[in-house]
């Protein structure tokens, strides 16, 4: 593990006492496979304005997972980056409440099933952009079936997400599987490429802004297309959905 603006490095899950210190910047760089990198004791060390980007490694779990769902861990990074990580299922887990988290970027982290557990508390309350790209078995974003016996919330709110990507998700087929309801009061844009399977964006209800920017993005330049906006946000996807089964049918033919 590397950690930058800092001249000591550390092992994973042997993070000593006091080692982060404000404004630090956390790389950690092709580190060999683990459950954990940073254990619960650790964590709640992690001061605000951090940014924390992790790649090439074989870890399963950011943070030490814990049983309990009533004593909500408090970590303080603004910026998670998780590029070409093996053996991770999910990137938020349910017992970290990640307050001032505003960016979170994932890239080709192939077993990834989910992004986010679902928690009986509000994970993300400051999340500004989400950008996931390349994952091969991500089925959803936010996770339908909870931890445990703890109830997930009549409505998940994203108070803050303004900008969503998702890019090259093959297996991908809905934010969300489960029946759970949604509210994005302040998303702006969505970005879409090689989205196959999204047919549409979630299986509850659905509430937004009254527009929503909505483009494909095509090429290695990843251009954008006009605004496909269509009403609101299900339908603008279901409509996406079958133009490109259109599309595909009649380049096939």
């Known amino acids: 593990m590397n950690i930058k603006n800092d001249r000591e490095s550390i092992r994973p899950n042997q993070v000593p006492p006091n080692s982060f210190h404000h404004k630090l910047e956390i790389d950690i760089d092709d580190c060999e496979s683990m459950d954990f990198v940073f254990p ?140 759970h309801s949604f509210n994005f009061p302040s998303l702006q844009k969505v970005h879409l490429k090689a989205c196959f399977r999204l047919r549409t964006f979630c299986h509850g209800n659905l509430t937004t802004t009254s527009h929503i920017e909505v483009r494909c993005l095509y090429g290695w330049s990843n251009d954008k297309s006009e605004d496909h906006w269509d009403d609101d946000l299900n339908t603008t996807i279901r409509t996406i959905f079958t133009e490109e089964v259109h599309i595909n049918q009649t380049s096939g033919s």
């Not at 619960?40 to 980007?53: D, M, N």
């Not at 991500?138 to 703890?150: F, H, P, V």
């Open 40 to 179: 619960i004791s650790a964590a709640k060390e992690l001061r605000q304005h951090q940014f924390l980007e992790i790649r090439s490694c074989g870890i399963k779990n950011i943070f030490e997972k814990s049983d309990s769902t009533s004593d909500m861990t408090h970590v303080y990074l603004e910026k998670i980056t998780v590029k070409m990580c093996t053996g991770m299922k999910t990137i938020i887990p349910s017992c970290v409440l990640f307050q001032c988290l505003d960016e979170l970027i994932v890239f080709s982290c192939h077993t990834l099933v989910n992004i986010i557990r679902p928690s009986t508390t509000t994970s993300l309350p400051n999340l500004r952009i989400l950008r996931i790209s390349e994952c091969d078995e991500l089925e959803e974003i936010y996770g339908s079936s909870n931890e445990g016996d703890a109830p997930v919330l009549d409505e998940i709110p994203f108070m803050k997400l303004e900008e969503l990507t998702l890019n090259n998700l093959p297996r991908l087929t809905s934010f969300c599987q489960g029946n």
